[in-house]
Nanobody
Framework: QVQLVESGGGLVHPGGSLRLSCTAS????????MGWFRQAPGKEREFVAA??????????YSANSVKGRFTISTDNAKNALYLQMNNLKPEDTADYYC?????????????????????WGQGTQVTVSS
C-alpha cells in the first residue's frame, strides 16, 4: 500500500508562510484526487484544499477559510503534492494531513469529505504564534 509522507510543518509568526509537501513512498502520485486536511486540538478534521485530475485538466478546491491564502499544487512530474500557505494566522495552527483517493472525486461538497479518501499520511504540525 502506498504511504503518504508530509513534511514542511513548523513554527511560524502570524503573517508568515510555509510550504507543506506530500510524497508517496518515493513514487509518483497516481491518485486522481488528493487533498489536504487539518485538525486542531479538540476539533474535528477539517478540509483545507484538494486537487482532482481528469484527462483534460486539474481542478482545485479550497475551503473558504483559506481561500486566497493557501494554494494546492503538484510539480509537473507529480512527484509531490504541495500546500503553499501564506499570510498564516493563529487559527491555522493544526496538524496537517495529506490524503489520497483511489477514485476521482469532483465537487467541493465531495472533495471536502474525509470519507472519500482512502490513504492518509501521518501529519505534519503547523504552529502559528508570535
Amino acid at each position: 500500500q502506498v504511504q503518504l509522507v508530509e513534511s514542511g510543518g513548523g513554527l511560524v509568526h502570524p503573517g508568515g508562510s510555509l510550504r507543506l509537501s506530500c510524497t508517496a513512498s518515493g513514487r509518483t502520485l497516481s491518485s486522481p484526487t488528493m487533498g489536504w486536511f487539518r485538525q486542531a486540538p479538540g476539533k474535528e478534521r477539517e478540509f483545507v484544499a484538494a486537487i482532482s485530475w481528469s484527462y483534460r485538466s486539474a481542478t482545485t478546491y479550497s475551503a473558504n477559510s483559506v481561500k486566497g491564502r493557501f494554494t494546492i499544487s503538484t510539480d509537473n512530474a507529480k512527484n509531490a503534492l504541495y500546500l503553499q500557505m501564506n499570510n498564516l494566522k493563529p487559527e491555522d495552527t493544526a496538524d496537517y494531513y495529506c490524503a489520497a483517493a483511489t477514485k476521482p472525486v469532483f465537487g467541493l461538497e465531495y472533495v471536502s469529505l474525509p470519507n472519500n479518501y482512502d490513504t492518509w499520511g501521518q501529519g505534519t504540525q503547523v504552529t502559528v504564534s508570535s
